[in-house]
T-cell receptor
Framework: DQQVKQNSPSLSVQEGRISILNCDYT??????FLWYKKYPAEGPTFLIS?????DKNEDGRFTVFLNKSAKHLSLHIVPSQPGDSAVYFC???????????FGQGTRLTINP | NAGVTQTPKFRVLKTGQSMTLLCAQD?????MYWYRQDPGMGLRLIHY???????AKGEVPDGYNVSRLKKQNFLLGLESAAPSQTSVYFC?????????FGQGTRLTVV
């Protein structure tokens, strides 16, 4: 039972353009969502998060959008830079359960 | 401040051997987690702990045991390793809703 799904295993974007990574979830009890970035041979690092009481959160070039009715969130990176090439994981939590559930990840490649 | 440290970083085991992976955090976090990462599967939760002396099963607990005798340490044990346990293992500790990860342990079972 995959509660958090990232249906695109990979995405290729030209430098300077917008990258959009998508994530869907099935558990309506999730109330906090996070994006993590992972480089090869390193652990995932926190990128940006959003609470279920909001529909948008921005941090520099990164914006996360949440559509609760569709159980969908997306991460926008603009403009995309070569250093953004990494695997991006979407994660969700139910603060009461204190578990963090991850999606399968999307490998983003930024082409010069 | 080291954050979350995992040892060892790499290990090759023969089928049937046992080993323990150690995770140590110096941030005084209550919650700690063990995940495994496999191609196309993302990060799957093996076991977790919400405090010293407590443990709970995650999504894929079979074949693993854990212990949290001290708040700063979370141990993951494989009693009888199987090739299906070949994976990259990540430990994490939680502050609020943000998890901090270790560098990972690449385990190969032959």
């Amino acid at each position: 039972d995959q509660q958090v799904k990232q249906n695109s295993p990979s995405l290729s974007v030209q430098e300077g353009r917008i990258s959009i990574l998508n994530c869907d979830y099935t558990n309506s009890m999730f109330d906090y969502f996070l994006w993590y970035k992972k480089y090869p041979a390193e652990g995932p690092t926190f990128l940006i998060s959003i609470s279920s009481i909001k529909d948008k959160n921005e941090d520099g070039r990164f914006t996360v959008f949440l559509n609760k009715s569709a159980k969908h969130l997306s991460l926008h990176i603009v403009p995309s830079q070569p250093g953004d090439s990494a695997v991006y994981f979407c994660a969700a939590s139910n603060q009461g359960a204190q578990k963090l559930v991850f999606g399968q990840g999307t490998r983003l490649t930024i082409n010069p | 401040n080291a954050g979350v440290t995992q040892t060892p970083k790499f290990r090759v085991l023969k089928t049937g051997q046992s080993m323990t992976l150690l995770c140590a955090q110096d941030m005084n976090h209550e919650y700690m987690y063990w995940y495994r990462q496999d191609p196309g599967m993302g990060l799957r939760l093996i076991h977790y702990s919400v405090g010293e002396g407590t443990t709970a099963k995650g999504e894929v607990p079979d074949g693993y045991n854990v212990s949290r005798l001290k708040k700063q340490n979370f141990l993951l044990g494989l009693e009888s390793a199987a090739p299906s346990q070949t994976s990259v293992y990540f430990c994490a500790s939680l502050q609020g809703t943000e998890a901090f990860f270790g560098q990972g342990t690449r385990l190969t079972v032959v």
